[in-house]
């Protein structure tokens, strides 16, 4: 968790750049699921041979394929809004035009994944006995409100994750490396906002962390919004730790609230839940920001060839100026969304359950505890 972050994106430049080439980002996972597979099934105990045919006999299957077809519809009807239209690309437009909201497969996609969601969601909770996903654990109102601010900080913050990257490689010109070591702060910053949090966490009370965590998302992404086209690593260096401490402080007491008043069966799931929509949500704000940056791009690319071509100066680095600006506007709607759910997640529980038993523990009298009484005028 504390490593991923910041060494992942130096080893994923480290593999575009080498003689391996850019698959390689993929095939890596291949020898890690084996070693993987391979310490599970050493480590792990098996159940009792009854049990488990119990729970083969009695496993969602139907629930599992109506939610896997739902969400890879959804999230592809996404991605397809970004994706180049074949046969645009020109030598004005190198980077083509792409598809955008009114390709009418983007809405077919959309309406049938949205359909099969639907259809899961009345499933589980009308027919299925043991559900792959149980929706129920919505009714509790911590969980549900963790979840739902987990939703907007990973879309908001997983974008940043996806834009930065594009904007530093094929705008500013660095090498895959070279980026993955200007976005090592944010690793950074994400492993000390970790730490610090879980020891925060039981001392001020989840909503506060949050908040706090929020703010200083809300302060990078502000920050992002005066970005300039020929900004150096260095000068990236204290927002994207500043934004990798808001995420730590902001997403370890989302998901820690959202988990600690589920025990026991219901646990696996409530766990299962959280982080598949999590996971859902974060794929689908990359989607809808990329897009809204390239159709940015784009405009912004033609107000200023316009601009030139009335003034008579030809525009210089056409394509990075554009994508400055497109980042900025991008960043703009970041720091509103991220401002906005600041108030909501002042509704969430002061104390931490560890706060409240001890508060309980503390108000409970003591065993053998006598009362003092007081004779008259004393």
Not at 160 to 188: D, E, K, N
Not at 193 to 209: F, Q, V
Not at 241 to 249: E, I, K, Q
């Amino acid at each position: 968790m504390l490593l991923a972050p910041t060494l992942g994106p130096t080893f994923g430049g480290l593999l575009v750049d080498s003689s391996l080439g850019w698959p390689w980002i993929f095939y890596i996972n291949l020898p890690v699921g084996i070693v993987t597979i391979a310490l599970i099934s050493r480590i792990m105990r098996p159940e009792e041979p009854r049990e488990a045919a119990a729970v083969r006999d009695r496993f969602d299957w139907t629930g599992l394929v109506l939610s896997m077809l739902g969400v890879v519809l959804v999230v592809y009807a996404f991605a397809l809004v970004g994706e180049t239209r074949p046969g645009t690309i020109t030598a004005l437009s190198p980077r083509g035009e792409i598809w955008g909201w009114g390709y009418w497969l983007v809405w077919a996609l959309l309406g049938a994944g949205l359909a099969l969601l639907l259809a899961f969601g009345l499933y589980e909770s009308r027919v299925s006995c043991d559900s792959v996903l149980d929706l129920g654990l919505f009714r509790d109102h911590s969980f549900s409100m963790a979840t739902v601010l987990t939703w907007i900080v990973r879309a908001t913050v997983f974008c940043s994750f996806f834009l930065l990257p594009l904007f530093l490689t094929q705008f500013r010109g660095l090498s895959a490396v070279s980026t993955g070591l200007a976005l090592m702060p944010q690793g950074l910053g994400a492993a000390f906002g970790i730490i610090s949090g879980s020891r925060l966490y039981d001392r001020i009370g989840p909503r506060y962390l949050v908040v706090i965590g929020l703010i200083a998302l809300s302060i990078s992404s502000w920050l992002l919004v005066g970005i300039e086209p020929n900004i150096t690593a260095w000068a990236l260096t204290p927002i994207l730790f500043l934004r990798g401490v808001g995420f730590g402080w902001g997403g370890l007491p989302l998901q820690t609230l959202a988990l600690s008043g589920v025990t026991g069966r219901a646990l696996p799931k409530a766990s299962s839940l959280y982080n598949a929509t999590a996971q859902i949500f974060s794929s689908i704000g990359v989607a809808v920001i990329s897009t809204l940056f390239i159709q940015g791009t784009a405009s912004e690319a033609a107000e200023i060839a316009g601009r030139a071509q009335s003034t008579g100066t030809p525009p210089r680095d056409l394509p990075l100026l554009a994508a400055a600006a497109s980042m900025s506007n991008v960043f703009w709607l970041l720091t509103l969304a991220t401002g906005l759910i600041i108030i909501v997640a002042l509704f969430l529980p002061r104390r931490s359950l560890k706060q409240e038993e001890t508060a309980r523990t503390a108000a409970r009298p003591q065993p053998g505890a006598e009362p003092i009484r007081l004779a008259p005028g004393e």
